[in-house]
T-cell receptor, first 116, second 110 residues
Framework: AQSVTQPDIHITVSEGASLELRCNYS??????LFWYVQSPGQGLQLLLK??????LVQGIKGFEAEFKRSQSSFNLRKPSVHWSDAAEYFC??????????????FGPGTSLSVIP | NAGVTQTPKFQVLKTGQSMTLQCAQD?????MYWYRQDPGMGLRLIYY???????DKGEVPNGYNVSRLNKREFSLRLESAAPSQTSVYFC?????????FGQGTRLTVV
């Protein structure tokens, strides 16, 4: 069964500092991995996704993530955080199923606060 | 292109009342979902619809019913609301597993 963990419930960083949000997944086959961002009072927006190929993927807003199969991880990074990056971040793993529905499982989320 | 539209955005219900949350997407996606979001628990799947006329239960279906009226619309109904159903509800549709979300409905049951 698919599962996603995000070890950090809340992270606080200073504006301009680097950021890394952790995500670990459990899935038997090749996973499809996603990072979404949710600003207060809003729905979720896709930051980036990994399906195959280059394990370092670039997303919107200057974010990137690296897929490490050996560690079952898909950590999100940004070299320099802006105050507008304060939001909730969700990692997700998806899988196509022939006999069931196409599942997308979300992690519990990491809340990011940015200190000016 | 509106994407996924949910109504209403806010709702307060009394225990035992019923209501329907509406969702429509204009991206011609086959798959649609209803999630609830609670603090510290991420998004939990309530119901899923792979195509028009088909629906399936997700992780937390108890107390809810759904209807896939056509390819565009997927509604969620609470027949007898309970305080435990206080949550933020999101509708989504997917294209090759990439999910597109509505703005959410904040529901409070008192």
């Amino acid at each position: 069964a698919q599962s996603v963990t995000q070890p950090d419930i809340h992270i606080t960083v200073s504006e301009g500092a680097s950021l890394e949000l952790r995500c670990n997944y459990s899935y038997g086959a090749t996973p499809y991995l996603f990072w979404y961002v949710q600003s207060p009072g809003q729905g979720l927006q896709l930051l980036l996704k990994y399906f195959s190929g280059d394990t370092l993927v670039q997303g919107i807003k200057g974010f990137e993530a690296e897929f490490k199969r050996s560690q079952s991880s898909f950590n999100l990074r940004k070299p320099s955080v802006h105050w507008s990056d304060a939001a909730e971040y969700f990692c997700a793993v998806g899988a196509f199923h022939k006999t069931s529905y196409d599942k997308v499982i979300f992690g519990p989320g990491t809340s990011l606060s940015v200190i000016p | 292109n509106a994407g996924v539209t949910q109504t209403p955005k806010f709702q307060v219900l009394k225990t035992g009342q019923s209501m329907t949350l509406q969702c429509a997407q204009d991206m011609n996606h086959n798959s649609m979902y209803w999630y609830r979001q609670d603090p510290g628990m991420g998004l939990r799947l309530i119901y899923y619809s792979a195509s028009e006329g088909t629906t399936d239960k997700g992780e937390v279906p108890n107390g809810y019913n759904v209807s896939r009226l056509n390819k565009r619309e997927f509604s969620l109904r609470l027949e007898s609301a309970a305080p435990s159903q206080t949550s933020v509800y999101f509708c989504a549709s997917t294209d090759s597993l990439e999910a597109f979300f509505g703005q959410g409905t904040r529901l409070t049951v008192v």
